[in-house]
């Protein structure tokens, strides 16, 4: 019998549809509504660490030449676009589950998500206070100008890009946000009602106390993620030649190859074609 005739399914393009099924999970009514929202995390974890190892592993592959391709039993670069293809869709799925779906739910529980806009003046007093007392000190903005690429950025870390405006003239800057603080901050109760506020909402909310020595008319801040190649976290299924080659060509290299971007879907244009 000829192996190559019997249809089977990559294992990338199968593990995205066990990754699916978590989504799914996220989606079923019947589940409880924080297992719900546990579930999108877990899909979005999931997906990150696959990026970092299957996804990184496949970006080394490709350089590969034909008979090697041959061997391996698949093209790489055919995969990855695969890959890219469904990562799309699900992304769409998760971003239409979470804002359309468990969102209201948690608002029909009184429980509601604010955003820097939202607040009323005694949200934004707390958030404020909150934010002198525990944030400013931790974050150091790094300012850039248009003629200097943006800095190498940690694997995983949420940055904001930050843009200032005095009429034409426009300033970038760069801030971490801090990971060792809760991503969630409960907001005081009112009516009964519950209010919770990200961490980069409560950030964005106060970025004239951290800007407020630059001269402007206008500040904007839009959340960026990269994933790196996880460099040493190869993936052993890969046959010990691959392993030993692709190894020796890491030790070349002091930081992981970026592998995705994310970014605020709002940020405007001059801003994604930043470098």
């Given at each position: ?10 294992r990338e393009?199968s593990?995205?549809?066990f ?15 924080i ?9 979005s974890s ?9 996804v990184?592993t ?8 034909e ?11 055919k ?12 992304e769409?799925?998760?971003n ?15 429980i ?7 607040l009323?003046?005694a ?13 400013l ?16 950025l ?8 930050v ?22 901050t ?5 009516n009964?009602?519950?209010f919770i506020?990200?961490?980069d ?6 970025l ?10 206008n500040i904007?801040a839009y ?11 190869l ?13 020796k ?6 930081r ?15 801003m994604?074609?930043?470098?």
């Amino acid at each position: 019998m000829d192996i190559k005739r019997i249809p089977l399914i990559n294992r990338e393009i199968s593990w995205l549809y066990f990754n699916e099924r978590v989504l799914q999970e996220a989606a079923d009514a019947t589940v409880p509504l924080i297992e719900r929202i546990r579930f999108l995390a877990i899909f979005s974890s999931n997906l990150d660490e696959f990026y970092r190892v299957r996804v990184a592993t496949l970006s080394r592959l490709t350089g590969l030449n034909e008979k090697a391709k041959e061997i391996l039993g698949y093209n790489p670069k055919k995969v990855l676009n695969q890959i890219k293809n469904i990562v799309v869709k699900q992304e769409r799925k998760f971003n239409d589950l979470y804002e359309n779906i468990i969102v209201k739910q948690l608002a029909e529980e009184k429980i509601f998500l604010l955003n820097d806009k939202q607040l009323n003046v005694a949200g934004g007093n707390f958030v404020k206070t909150l934010f002198r007392e525990k944030l400013l000190a931790t974050l150091v903005p790094i300012m850039l100008d248009n003629t200097t690429v943006l800095p190498e950025l940690r694997d995983r870390s949420i940055y904001f890009f930050v843009k200032l405006t005095k009429e034409k003239k426009k300033t970038y800057a760069l801030i971490e946000i801090p990971d060792n603080l809760s991503r969630f901050t409960v907001l005081p109760e009112t009516n009964n009602l519950k209010f919770i506020i990200l961490l980069d909402d409560i950030i964005r909310y106060s970025l004239e106390d951290i800007f407020f020595i630059f001269d402007h008319d206008n500040i904007e801040a839009y959340s960026i993620q990269l994933t790196r190649d996880a460099e040493l976290d190869l993936d052993k299924e890969v046959s010990g030649k691959f392993i030993d080659a692709l190894s020796k060509s890491l030790q070349k290299r002091k930081r992981g190859k970026p592998m995705r971007l994310l970014y605020d879907s709002e940020m405007p244009h001059d801003m994604l074609k930043y470098r």
